[in-house]
C-alpha cells in the first residue's frame, strides 16, 4: 500500500511538472487585411481553448506629418466565429516623435471611433479589451504611455500591450506601461536581414538572455505570444537580402533549385519564383520553428510565470495545418 502511494505521488508529480503546451490555453492572432477563414483556419480556431481571437485592424502611422490609419480590415462572408474579437491595432513608433499633448487625445479619439465603426460595420462581436502594439523606446516610451492612458480614458476599454523582447531587458530605459495586461512576444530575436546563421524568427538562447529575469517584472499578468510562423530570405549577388513571407521548406523543391542544406538553395535558372523575379545565383533560405523551440521556450518560461496563455502568431492555414497545439 505504502508503495502504491509513494507511485501516486510521483506520477503527480510528473504530470504537474510535464513542460507541455496541454499545460496552456491558447488561442491565435490574426494579422491579415481581409477576414477570410479557410476550412483549415476555421477547424484550428474552433479547437482553440482561448475564447478570443486577437485581430488586427489596422495599422498606424504619420504620412507627410500626419497620422494614418493603414491597411484598415475589410471582411469576407466566410468569416465567422464564436470567438471574441480583441480588437488590436499597430502604432509605428515614428508615429510617436515628437508629439504633442493635442495629438495624443486626437490619436487616442481616433483609434476608439475606427475600431468601434470597424467592429459595428462587420457585426463583430468584441471583448472590452483593446490591444496596442508598438516598438516604444526610451525616446518615445512617456508619450506613448500617456497615450495608453489617454486611450483607457476615452474608450472606457481595458488596455492592454505588446512587450518586446528588449522592453523587458532593458526595462529602466524603455519603462513599463501603464497598462494591467501585457503580451510577451517571443520571436523576431534578430533581423533576417542580417548576415547569420541564427535563426531570426526564434534563436531560443538569445529568448533565454533577455528573459533572464522576467520573474521581476512588475506587470504579473503576462500572456506568451509564440511564433508558428516561417519565411524564406532571398540573397542576391551583392550579399543583398529581401523576405519572401510565409515560404517553408516544402517549397523549395523545384528542378530549378539546387538545394544546399535542408534550409538552403540555390536558383539554377532565372525566372519568377514566389512572385519575385530571381536570377541564377541567387539564394533562397527558410527559417520555420519547430515543436523542440516552442516546448523548449513553454517550458523556461513555466519556471518564471506561474500561469500564462498562449497566442500563436498567426492564425494561417499554411501554418496551422500540420501543427498540433
Known sequence: MKHLKILFLFLLFLILSCNGKENHPYTFYYWKTKLKLDPEEKKALDKATVPNLYTR???????????QPVAVITKDQSFQTDKQIVPTVFITNQTLLGISADEIKFLAESIHLLTQKKAKEYHLKTSNEIQIDCDWTAGTRNDYFKFLKELKRISGKDITCTLRLHQVKDKKQTGIPPVGKVYLMCYSTSSPLENSDKNSILDVNILKSYLSKIEDYPIKNIEVALPIYSWGIITNHLGKHKLINALSTRDLENP????????????MKDGFYFGSYLNKGFKIKT???????????????????????????????????DRKF
Open 256 to 267: 530549378d533549385f539546387r538545394k544546399i542544406s535542408d534550409q538552403e538553395i540555390e536558383v
Open 57 to 67: 485592424f489596422f495599422d498606424v502611422d504619420k504620412v507627410n506629418g500626419k497620422f
Open 287 to 321: 527559417e520555420e520553428i519547430s515543436e523542440e523551440q516552442l516546448n523548449d521556450v513553454i517550458g523556461f518560461l513555466q519556471k518564471k510565470i506561474p500561469y500564462f496563455n498562449i497566442i500563436y502568431y498567426q492564425l494561417d492555414s499554411k501554418f496551422v495545418s
